[in-house]
């Protein structure tokens, strides 16, 4: 398996590595975990399955497919900042997991010795500078009708719901001019079909699902 030792000051996250993004991660993930838990189980992840965990970050997207599984499936999350592999080790052990492990890699480069039966990940692809890259690599990685889960966002319907509030437009307006201005896509979640419908692939199912709908989508 292809390994990197990758310090937080050389990965490009754009919201930073620090302990109160950590902070942040944990309270949003906190808030979400029944709908990623939901959208997971109904894209067909279930008990004794293998599943690995797209950026995975401090753990919490790990944690959250090791309930599905089960204590008989297998988690492997991938995550290119060490100090996080750090933070979501303790939290892991902490909460009595045995069967979630984190490798520091990126994604472009993955290298595994055996097949999973899905690929999962939350709020990821729209950080990286060529999301369709790095599923055509993921892609080999799902075994033969496996499944790849991803919940991504789409901010378009929060900034319609809150058009007329003033105060609350002007700050999501702020939050989303921000994200494209790092480079990242807020609209992923939409975007996903473009992304899917470009590849080529054996073919394992493709499910995703826009954040603020919460309505996971088929592409078999």
């Known amino acids: 398996m292809a390994t990197a030792t990758t310090s937080s000051a050389s990965c490009g996250y754009v919201l930073g590595y620090t302990s109160t993004e950590h902070e942040r991660l944990?309270?949003?993930a906190a808030l979400i975990a029944p709908i990623t838990e939901r959208f997971f189980r109904q894209a067909g992840i279930g008990p004794g399955q293998r599943v690995?965990?797209?950026?995975?970050?401090?753990?919490?997207?790990?944690?959250?497919?090791?309930?599905?599984v089960g204590p008989t499936g297998e988690v492997?999350?991938?995550?290119?900042?060490?100090a996080s592999i750090a933070v979501a080790e303790a939290r892991v052990k902490a909460a009595g997991f045995h069967n979630v492990?984190?490798?520091?890699a990126?994604?472009?480069?993955?290298?595994?010795?055996?097949?999973?039966d899905a690929v999962v990940g939350r709020f990821i692809l729209m950080f990286l500078r060529d999301?369709?890259?790095?599923?055509?690599?993921?892609?080999?990685?799902?075994?033969?009708?496996g499944v790849i889960a991803l919940q991504e966002v789409s901010w378009l319907p929060m900034l319609a719901l809150g058009a007329q509030l003033p105060l609350w437009s002007l700050v999501l307006g702020a939050i989303y001019e921000t994200l494209l201005r790092t480079g990242a896509n807020p609209e992923m979640g939409l975007d996903l079909y473009r992304v899917f419908?470009?590849?080529?692939?054996?073919h394992p199912k493709?499910?995703?699902t826009s954040f603020w709908e919460a309505l996971p989508l088929s592409l078999t």
């Open 26 to 28: 944990i309270r949003q």
């Open 52 to 68: 690995l965990d797209l950026g995975s970050g401090v753990g919490d997207v790990s944690m959250a497919v090791a309930r599905v």
């Open 76 to 82: 492997v999350g991938i995550e290119r900042d060490s």
């Open 101 to 104: 492990s984190f490798e520091c």
């Open 106 to 116: 990126d994604l472009n480069e993955l290298g595994m010795d055996k097949p999973f």
């Open 131 to 145: 999301p369709g890259s790095v599923l055509r690599s993921v892609v080999s990685l799902v075994r033969e009708g």
């Open 197 to 202: 419908s470009r590849l080529v692939c054996r």
């Open 206 to 208: 493709c499910i995703w």
